[in-house]
DNA sequence: CCTACCGATCGGTAGG
DNA sequence: CCTACCGATCGGTAGG
């Protein structure tokens, strides 16, 4: 005679998971960077954190769950990066300077998710697709408000903030194709210059004149 | 006994490609843009043009050629446009402005174009993927060389051409995610406006004050 | 965590 | 331009 018998809320293995969890998180992560996720195969996680395709089911649910949790787990880091960034300071002008900050700093040291959080959505599935496209909404939304309160304020000089706030997050987004350590700018260094070129479009005077 | 016969110049099908390729092609743009290239199969861009997948194969010669032969008729296109907008006028100032509106212009009216040319570059492969980038890295130079023109004339003033460039491009590519037409702005409104951040970026005095 | 396997998909070819 | 089909791939399941 068979019982059923529902998952128990102590079942640690689907409440905690473990060390092996976060790896293939990790893994799946550079794969579907560096290949799409279409392209990448559930075999190539698997040996990238040394098991078999099959036995990643024992850690995940499935290769779709795995993308919407990256993706989601990206931009919930992102927009507590902004919202860290804009409660740190009072005037609007240097909070425009540190969310464009946060914004390049994200896009420049995390370049896998912004590939994938860029090029993937698509690849989604509902409900995960709604749930990544609410989040983005609100973080361009953050955006806007910071520079249309700025021009209420008399600090900033716009046209339409919506078009300068898609151009700022364009530009600190575009990071994301070129940056590499090492290269002609530390991250600090590209955070501040492209923190200039944001006060820049909304016509504010900025630190080195 | 069979005789080797290679394809002759004379050959119609092969020099003078059909409505029904252009066709095929703007079917697999299409999808491409809208479905991904992995998940379109030569089997929708038949059913988008009215065939069976495997009749395409009279026309073109496969998926992947397909696809190089959208990316590269994109770029030279845009290339094209760019040329033209620079040897339209001498002064560096509105080269630039025009420049800026033709990349603009570009993105938003040939969004799918633009959405297979940016998320699809690593699905291609060898010769295609090198052809595109090398056209990128030209039309890239195009821009940065045009603002370190402007700043040895004195007409620019920047920290580094080559993140100005970048931003500039980025936020022009950022179009074709969300323009659509019957929005709060007409291409060519959007072309100008554009044309004015891009002044800013650069420290030059805009048209409109 | 494994092997064996299912069911489905797909690019491209054969042969009209 | 079609149907039939090949060979390969893949996500996920069964059953240890």
Redesign the pocket.
Known sequence: MKVERPHQPGDASAELPDD?VAAIRVAALRLFATQGYR?????DI?AAV??????L???VS???VLLAEIMVGTMDALIAAHTEAVDSVDDTREQLRRAVEAHVRYHARRRFEAFVGNREIGSLEQPGRDRILRRRSAYERGFRELIERGVDEGVFTVRSARLVSYSILDMGMGVANWFHDGGEFSVDQLAYQYGDLALRLVAAATAGG
Do not use: E
Request: proline letters at 5%.
């Open positions: 092996r392209a990448t195969t559930m075999a698997g040394g098991i078999r395709g099959p036995s089911y024992k850690h499935g290769k779709q």
